[in-house]
């Protein structure tokens, strides 16, 4: 029994011996361990920096944990997590998450308050380098503050390589720079494709439109803009310089179809004369003059013949040159009764014919019937004279040919033709055939243009320009072609005279 007894106290000291070496051993093998620590240690979750197997409470700067590659930052010991750290080895801002790992090749949202509602965006390069400047990633280009750091947002004014630099703008929500047209805050902006530059003045698409973009903010410009001493219209929608004939703010403008400048005063288009306000540009009412040139005869009836000259000839030259004149004037229209040397209605007698002209006058609304003739048949008479309606039945008539009679007379003075005067004259016949009497029993016009146009309520002329049977007016006159378009631009000054027309 005894010997049992000293046999378990034996065992018992010996369990205890091997215990205490187990112990010793692993005291001594983890002071080892301790003593060849140097460097990055991660001891349960947490991270130290070891020197000479100790821990560097002391430490700053950055380690490196050798299994990962994953960098870290202490400061005096402590790892960063969620944190700046600025490296003066490297000149180089650092970003630490929450694990205390550098933060690479990412964008991070750095809070400056509690709340997290305010900070910054900033973005790290594969080496954990802040980037500063422009940057090109997920498609699109970046640009972040060359001393913060700070992802832009909005407009921005970036150097470009040039004087000038440029005007940009950045995404407000993920700050991607824009390209093409963008709407912000109300306006419509354009920027180039490629760079990105903001888009100052004028702008020409590719559908060849034009656009107007504000030279200091940049905005797609609108409605009427005074640019270059013009005005310019820009549709209120799409921005598109308008041309031609637009209609906006209750009034008709006329746009250059080539430069979209306002254009003003008179204007002949579609076959048709109209007039812009000489200020404003606003299209008013006026009203056109229409002139029906009636080359007296035609080759039916010839009308005189003297020195080898027709006068249905002379006459139809100098018509064709008083409608070409005339219609360098706005605000008239003039139609020749005849534009060939033919009878315009076949068949017809000297009566008929001359009726029928006066009624071709009519069907062209005339304010004005202007019958060209040359003279003949009384002996030593040289150069003009003009008829003009009588004061009889319609006499308002009487002032308005007499005053246009006027004005032609002038101009064919200044030419150097002789002056006959101008007068109006009286049927001297008695038959009471309608020709001869007028309606209210007074004495009708002598010559039948002249009476038909009052019937038709226009004013007729009748303009005798030199005689054919006499020879200085031959000579210096008649048998001159250049003489005859003279006449004719004379004729048409007189006109013009008269109506007030101007040529642009």
């Known amino acids: 029994m ?35 620590r140097e460097g990055l240690y991660c001891d349960n979750g947490e991270w130290h920096y ?141 920027f180039d494709d490629i760079t990105g530059k903001m888009q100052h003045g004028e702008y020409c698409s590719e559908e060849e439109n034009w656009y107007l973009y504000d030279e200091i903010t940049g905005i797609m410009q609108k409605g009427e803009v005074f640019r270059k001493n013009n005005w310019y219209y820009y549709d209120e929608i799409t921005g598109i310089m308008q041309k031609g004939e637009v209609y906006h703010h209750g009034n008709s403008y006329y746009y250059d179809t080539q430069t979209g400048i306002m254009q003003y005063g008179f204007m002949y288009r579609n076959d048709k004369w109209y007039y812009y306000n000489e200020t404003t540009g606003v299209m008013e009412n006026y009203n056109n003059v229409v002139v029906v040139l009636d080359p007296g005869h035609d080759s039916r009836h010839t009308g005189a013949s003297y020195y080898g000259l027709k006068e249905h000839e002379i006459n139809f030259k100098i018509a064709l040159a008083c409608k070409e004149e005339l219609e360098k004037y706005p605000g008239v229209t003039v139609y020749l009764t005849h534009d060939t040397l033919a009878c315009p209605f076949a068949g017809s007698s000297v009566k008929t014919d001359l009726e029928q002209r006066t ?15 040359n003279n003949a048949g009384v002996y030593g008479f040289s150069g003009f004279e003009i008829y003009y309606p009588n004061s009889n039945y319609a006499s308002e008539y009487n002032g308005i040919g007499r005053d246009v009679s006027e004005c032609i007379a002038q101009e064919l003075r200044n030419i150097g033709l002789n002056d006959n005067g101008i007068c109006s004259k009286d049927s001297d016949a008695y038959d009471d055939d309608g020709t ?54 004379a004729d048409a000054r007189g006109i013009a005279a008269y109506y007030g027309l101007r040529r642009n």
């Open 2 to 36: 005894k010997g049992l007894k000293k046999l378990c106290r034996i065992s018992a000291f010996g369990g205890i011996l091997a215990v205490g070496i187990v112990v010793a051993l692993l005291q001594m093998k983890l002071t080892a361990l301790a003593e060849e």
């Open 50 to 190: 070891y020197i000479n197997g100790e821990i560097d409470y002391d430490y700053n700067g950055l380690a490196v944990d050798e299994a990962t590659g994953k960098k870290y930052w202490f400061d005096y010991g402590v790892p960063a997590r969620e944190k700046e750290a600025y490296n003066p080895e490297t000149d180089a801002w650092y970003w630490f998450e929450a694990d205390g790992s550098m933060a690479v090749d990412k964008d991070v949202f750095i809070p400056v308050n509690e709340e997290r509602t305010a900070g910054k965006w900033v973005r790290y390069d594969c080496d954990g380098n802040m980037i500063k400047g422009e940057d090109f990633r997920y498609g699109g280009w970046y640009w972040f503050d060359l001393s913060t750091g700070e992802m832009k947002k909005g407009f921005a004014y970036i150097p470009d390589g040039t004087d000038e630099g440029k005007w940009v703008y950045y995404d407000e929500i993920n700050g991607q720079m824009h390209h093409g047209e963008s709407f912000i805050c109300g306006g419509w902006y354009r």
């Open 359 to 373: 009624d071709y006058a009519a069907s062209v609304g005339a304010s004005l019937f202007v019958s060209l003739h």
């Open 436 to 489: 001869n009497w007028y309606p209210d029993g007074s004495r009708a016009d002598y010559y039948n243009v002249i009476r038909n146009s009052k019937y038709h309520g226009i004013t007729g002329i009748i303009v005798e320009h030199a005689y054919m049977d006499n020879k200085y007016d031959v000579a210096n006159f008649l048998s001159d072609d250049e003489m005859l378009i003279e006449m004719g631009k």
